[in-house]
């Protein structure tokens, strides 16, 4: 990116970034002011409808329990003894409904199907559905709405309930079955107190059958869109478009009357959107525009505030572009203020000297480890031309039959062979192992009775790579220091096993020991190295280089009981 659109560059990202917030905010506030809508909505109608709605039900449960009493007030054992003896089945009826007293506010009258006759306590009534009887003969409720039908004449509608007669003494057996009228303009009137002139309310079952309604021709009637009044268990409210108008409509479930008598009746209440939030649509336009004049103002403000900004972050832009890896850091104050970006200057500066550090660090390991691996290959480099020569020394011991000095000559040479393994970093386990088993060999012509040796080797770590020559230089060390000032002989063990993600080998003698410093492995310059081996020291540092910290030597050593040196290496096939 070129210098010179930095500054736009940055602007127009800052204030696409503040835009972005802004516009968020000014989403928040319009949420807001719609949740606030809905939390309205909701608690006027938990307040008003929703309570109306419920006394509703308490007063429709009020007829239906009427009904009952009623009813048993009709059928006692003796008036259907009375019914079943008379001559004149008609007017015995007739006087058994007047000896009743039915409330004629409520109902329009009482037709009862029994033996056969049809007694009606009024011809206008509509005649009971055969499917109706049939309902009321098959129904284990107390009481069953049937349906709302017209009069014989149309003038009037009713709502059918039924109820099968069962005789106390045979309640088996059900002797008839009776039809209370209920006035639909009574239950309309009754739901007509829940909304204003504005709205209407309805009452439907769960099949969205219209049971009563204000709308009177509705009654009776199945809903023409019933998706747009779902049945849920509780109290709910919806808002959809009737006829181009927004309309709140409030669904209450007549929990009392569902349970008593199994009905599952739903009150429905239907008011205008606008009628019943005018106020709250004004307060929403009000927030609109104060969201509007806020999001200008914020614009404004935003850009001012960035143009104060930018520049210090164009200042810091140059410094982190200008910076040149190569060269010691040197800083310079840019801000003046103590702010963020002065604190993310800081951070920077920081973070440049600490990367600085560790490029220098980096830098001297790498020299450190190159001269590690000069030594190595220097002390390669002899025994590789060792090793042509004694190849041709064994040859002539053969030949003039001297076989002690063919043994040792071919010994050293097999040692060799392997430590320079065609110049290889790494050779395997088992290498590893043989390659100290002619060490060994070597040192047994050198120190005959002095010594003996155990291998274990387990099967399953052989196959495992490992940095070359890590064991002479402690095996070395344990016939030199620890064993040949013995007056006794002495005893080696060399074990190598795998331990989980790791290859550990051990070096145990039962030498003079002595007690191991805590410089132990610290470096010291003029014996880090030394002629004719590596040194402890090395060893560590060979494995710690390759290997990570995690690995390395563990000295374990008590004076005159012996030593144990463990060597951990990671497990690489």
Do not use: C
Request: hydrophobic letters at 40%; a negative charge.
């Amino acid at each position: 990116m070129k210098k010179t659109n930095l500054k736009r560059t940055i602007l127009w990202r800052y204030i696409t970034i503040v835009f972005t917030v802004l516009i968020a905010d000014a989403l928040v506030i319009l949420g807001g002011s719609f949740l606030a809508s809905s939390i309205l909505t909701d608690e006027y109608l938990k307040t008003s409808i929703y309570v109306q709605q419920e006394q509703v039900g308490s007063s429709l449960d009020q007829i239906v329990y009427e009904t009952l009493a009623t009813y048993a007030r009709i059928f006692t054992t003796d008036n259907l003894d009375e019914l079943s003896d008379s001559s004149d089945i008609d007017a015995s009826y007739d006087e058994l409904i007047s000896q009743a007293h039915i409330n004629t506010m409520i109902y329009a009258g009482v037709v009862t199907e029994y033996q056969g006759y049809e007694l009606s306590s009024d011809e206008n009534l509509p005649t009971p559905l055969a499917v109706d009887q049939e309902r009321v003969i098959n129904s284990e409720n107390w009481i069953n709405y049937l349906r709302t039908s017209p009069s014989q004449n149309g003038e009037e509608l009713y709502l059918i309930f039924g109820k099968k007669v069962i005789n106390p003494l045979q309640p088996d057996v059900p002797v008839a079955t009776t039809f209370f009228y209920v006035h639909h303009a009574l239950v309309a009137d009754i739901i007509t107190n829940i909304t204003a002139s504005t709205g209407f309310s309805f009452l439907m079952d769960s099949e969205h059958y219209i049971i009563a309604s204000q709308q009177q021709d509705s009654a009776g009637t199945y809903l023409y869109s019933p998706n747009d009044y779902p049945i849920k268990n509780d109290a709910h409210h919806e808002i959809i478009q009737i006829d181009g108008k927004r309309e709140v409509i409030a669904i209450t479930p007549l929990s009392e009357i569902t349970s008593s008598y199994g009905f599952n009746w739903h009150l429905v209440s239907v008011q205008p959107y606008q009628v019943l939030f005018s106020e709250l649509q004004s307060m929403q336009t009000l927030i609109f525009i104060t969201a509007f004049i806020v999001l200008l103002f914020s614009v404004g403000l935003s850009i001012i505030m960035t143009r104060r900004l930018v520049s210090p972050i164009k200042k810091l832009s140059q410094k982190i572009t200008g910076y040149d890896p190569s060269l010691p850091p040197s800083f310079t104050a840019i801000t003046v203020e103590d702010d963020e970006i002065a604190q993310l200057e800081r951070s920077y500066d920081e973070m440049i000297t600490r990367i600085y550090s560790l490029m220098e660090k980096n830098r001297e390991d790498a020299e450190y480890q190159r001269k590690l691996e000069l030594d190595s290959l220097q002390e390669q480099i002899n025994p590789h031309f060792l090793y042509n020569t004694l190849d041709t020394i064994a040859w002539m011991a053969k030949i003039k039959k001297e076989p002690d000095i063919e043994k040792l000559v071919l010994a050293l040479a097999k040692f060799f062979r392997i430590s320079l393994h065609r110049g290889d970093k790494f050779i395997t386990v088992e290498e590893e192992v043989e390659l100290i088993q002619h060490f060994m060999a070597i040192e047994l012509i050198r120190f005959p009775d002095k010594f003996s040796v155990t291998y274990n080797l387990s099967e399953e770590v052989k196959p495992y790579k490992t940095l070359k020559i890590l064991l002479q230089p402690i095996v070395e060390n344990s016939i030199k220091h620890g064993i040949s000032s013995l007056e006794r002989m002495g005893h080696i063990e060399i074990n190598a096993y795998l331990d989980k993600k790791d290859v550990v080998y051990e070096i145990i003698d039962d030498g003079i020991g002595f007690e191991p410093k805590e410089d132990l492995f610290k470096r010291k310059e003029k014996t880090a190295l030394h002629k004719g081996g590596y040194g402890l020291y090395n060893v560590n540092e060979r494995i710690k280089l390759e290997y990570g910290n995690g690995y390395g030597l563990k000295v374990k050593s008590t004076v005159g009981k012996g030593t144990k040196i463990t060597i951990r290496i990671a497990a690489r096939l």
